[in-house]
Structure formats: structure tokens, C-alpha cells
């Protein structure tokens, strides 16, 4: 598939910001935290993740009904981008040696926020830059390629810290540093190229109409019917998705121990995750426009499934790179597929707002999968017990989903 300016660019941005969720979320900031002497745990970041999300989730449909007026995307995405690049810029400048933690944990807080802010109107843009024949493919090569161009100044960034010392910040730093820059470079393209075609008219008193119109869709969107029934399965499938993402590392600790695990091991492990989501993001694309969209999301929740009774069964450290590959062959195509069937069946005009709906019940879910994940552990004793508390997430999301009309395989467009 030829891809045109508008799309090509619109995937750069995902190639950029991919940078930031692997080397700044997963991998860097939670080992530079637990260098700070006067940090109780390096678990305590989980607290400053969940605010950052609760704030985005808040925030996410009034950004998103304010950004559907004519000329304002961008000027949203560009802020929320800027303020991204700048605050993971900044974490390069804060020393374990400084005991500043509350000083990194603002920067950390505004990068997040910086990042999925930008992320809603960077994913509305899907319906401006390409048509629905096409959104599926569209979609898949932005989180496939996001995934393999993350490796890049992720693997750098990795040798740095290695020939460094594992033990010695500079090296992180310099990789806040390399992500900062990514992440910058390749925003220019999506800022030059991309424009927003679908809006709704300029109108007198903007900022409480925006909230007006906010509120009138929040009481009709059970009128969508098709929009939220799949809201309800991705709540809860999109879950034990980002649970999964965010808990494979402690979970392994947990089972195997932390001697099992050094830190580059468990690097490399989120490497491995990345290199091999590539391929299988772009083969979920084109697989869905033979089978559709409907049969890959189906058959991402099953792996998802398998990888949830495979994690039970682990008991070296081979088998956690078997169980990254698995979650790699599905992460990408699932994130993807479920970003372009939502923009199909959505009012293009109001893809901000509706977008902002889909953020809120994607923010949300990822509150709940590693609370049940703990408070699992905690009440048994048993952390393998914990990953096959989060099946039931992906079954009721998969029988939910099943419930959705299947779509005309020729255009793509979901039917009732």
C-alpha cells in the first residue's frame, strides 16, 4: 500500500512518541526514581502514573469537544506535544544526587500528560488524513513502525548505560536526552503535513458550548448503540491489554526473583517486545482487511488469553522472553485495530469529542488491571495466582465484542 504525504507524516509522529512510552514510562524514569536515596520505593511511582492519568481522563472529552472547532486541533496537539518533549528534556537535568525527587515526579507527571493529551487529537487525526478503506492498514503501520523506530534511540540509549555503569545516572540522562529529541524531530512532519478536514463551525461562546455539546453527547451516546457497546468490551479487553504492558516486568520479578532478573535482562525483554511487535502490527493490518477488523480484534484478546495462562506456567528466564514474544505478536495489532474500527463508526465531525470518550475509558482501564493484580497477590499470597485474575477482563470484553454487527469486508463500514 502506497501511502500518501498526509499519512506518511501522521505515522512519523507515532514513531516519535513511541520513543517516549518505551524509554520514559516502561523503561528509564522507573529505575532513575529508585536512585533516589530518600525514595521509600520505586513503587511509588505507581501512585504519580495513576494521577497523571486520572487528570488526562478528566481532561481528555472537554479537550476534545474545545478541538473539534474548525483551525483548533492542531493548535491542541501542538501545545500538549510541546509540553511533552519539553518536560522529558527536563528529566535529564534532575541528579539522584540532588535528592530533588518531587522535582522529577513534576516533570515526569507534565511528560505524561504532555503525551496523552497530544495522543487524543494526534489519534482523531486518523479520520482527516485517510479514508475508512484505508484506516485499518493507516493505523497498524503507525503503531508498527512507532514500535520499531522506538528501538533506535531505546538500543542507544541502552549501550550508553551499559558501557556507563547500570548504576551510574548519566546514562539515563543522556537518554531523556536522545528521547527528548526523537520525539521532537520527527512531531515536524505531522505539524507541516497534516490538517484537519472534518470540524464543526466556529460559534459564539466557544468554551460553554463546548461543555454543552459535551454534555448532550454524554446523554445520546447510548444512542450510538454500535460506539458504546464497544466502548464497554474495550473498557474492559483494553485493560488486561495495558495491564499486561505495564506488569510483565514486576510479575516476573515477582515469580522468578529479583536474582533470576538483573536490569539489563529485563531491558532487553522490553526490546525484544518491541522488534517483534513490529511485524505482527503490520500483518494485523493487512490481515483485516482479508478477514476484518472485527476477526483480528477477536483474535488479539484470545492471545492475550493464552499469554495470561502462559504467564502462569513460567519458571526460568527463557520463558519470559517466549512470553514477550506472545504479547508482542498481539499488542500492536489489537491498540491498532481497536484505534481504526472506533474512527469507522464515530461522527467524523465530532472525532475529537468522541476520541476523548475513547481516552477516558482507556485511561480508566488502566487504573483497574494492576489494582486487581495487587490486591490478588496480597489476599493470596501467590503472585502467579495474579495474572489469571485479569482473564476475566478479557472475556467479558471478547463477549461483549461479539456482540457488535459484523462489517462489509469490501468498504470496511460495520453494520447493523
Known amino acids: 500500500m502506497k501511502l500518501s504525504r498526509e499519512e506518511r507524516s501522521w505515522i512519523l509522529y507515532d514513531c516519535g512518541n513511541s520513543a517516549y512510552s518505551l524509554a520514559v514510562t516502561t523503561a528509564l524514569l522507573p529505575i532513575v526514581f529508585g536512585m533516589f536515596n530518600n525514595v521509600n520505593s520505586s513503587m511509588d511511582l505507581g501512585y504519580f502514573n495513576s494521577l497523571a492519568s486520572i487528570i488526562i481522563a478528566v481532561l481528555s ?43 522529577l515526579i513534576l516533570f515526569y507527571v507534565l511528560s505524561a500528560i504532555g503525551f496523552a493529551g497530544s495522543n487524543i487529537f494526534y489519534d482523531s487525526f486518523l479520520v482527516d488524513v485517510t479514508n475508512d478503506d484505508r484506516m485499518d492498514k493507516v493505523s497498524s503501520r503507525g503503531f508498527a513502525y512507532g514500535y520499531i523506530a522506538s528501538v533506535i534511540p531505546f538500543g542507544i540509549s541502552l549501550a550508553l548505560i551499559f558501557f556507563m555503569g547500570m548504576d551510574k545516572a548519566i546514562g539515563y540522562q543522556i537518554g531523556f536526552i536522545m528521547t527528548a529529541l526523537w520525539w521532537g524531530l520527527l512531531t515536524i512532519p505531522m505539524v507541516r503535513d497534516v490538517q484537519q478536514r472534518y470540524y464543526v463551525e466556529p ?39 495495558d495491564t499486561i504492558i505495564k506488569m510483565v516486568v514486576p510479575y516476573a520479578t515477582a515469580v522468578l526473583g529479583a536474582d533470576a532478573l538483573d536490569t539489563f535482562t529485563l531491558l532487553g525483554i522490553l526490546l525484544i517486545i518491541q522488534i517483534i511487535a513490529f511485524p505482527f502490527a503490520i500483518l494485523y493490518g493487512n490481515l483485516a482487511k482479508k478477514y476484518s477488523t472485527r476477526a483480528l480484534i477477536i483474535t488479539g484478546i484470545i492471545t492475550y488469553i493464552v499469554s495470561c495462562v502462559a504467564a502462569f506456567l513460567i519458571s526460568s528466564v527463557w520463558h519470559i522472553f517466549i512470553l514477550g514474544a506472545l504479547i508482542g505478536s498481539a499488542q500492536g495489532g489489537i491498540q491498532a485495530l481497536s484505534r481504526s474500527y472506533f474512527a469507522k463508526i464515530i461522527p467524523k465531525e465530532n472525532s475529537n469529542e468522541f476520541f476523548g470518550f475513547y481516552n477516558i475509558f482507556g485511561k480508566f482501564a488502566a487504573i483497574l488491571g494492576p489494582f486487581i493484580m495487587s490486591i490478588t497477590t496480597t489476599v493470596t499470597g501467590n503472585a502467579k495466582l495474579s495474572i489469571l485474575s485479569i482473564i476475566p477482563l478479557f472475556v467479558i470484553g471478547l463477549l461483549v465484542f461479539l456482540t457488535l454487527p459484523k462489517e462489509q469486508k469490501s468498504s470496511g463500514e460495520v453494520i447493523g
Open 203 to 241: 460559534e459564539p461562546r466557544p468554551v460553554l458550548n463546548s461543555f454543552k455539546r459535551l454534555a448532550q453527547t454524554f446523554k445520546q451516546i447510548r444512542n450510538y448503540k454500535i460506539v458504546f457497546v464497544f466502548l464497554i468490551a474495550y473498557f474492559c479487553y483494553i485493560d488486561g491489554v
Open 61 to 103: 472529552p472537554i479537550l476534545g469537544t474545545l478541538a473539534d472547532y474548525k483551525d483548533k486541533k492542531k493548535r491542541f496537539f501542538l501545545f500538549f506535544a510541546l509540553i511533552g518533549i519539553l518536560s522529558t528534556l527536563s528529566l535529564a537535568f534532575v541528579s539522584p544526587d540532588s535528592g530533588q525527587w518531587q522535582l
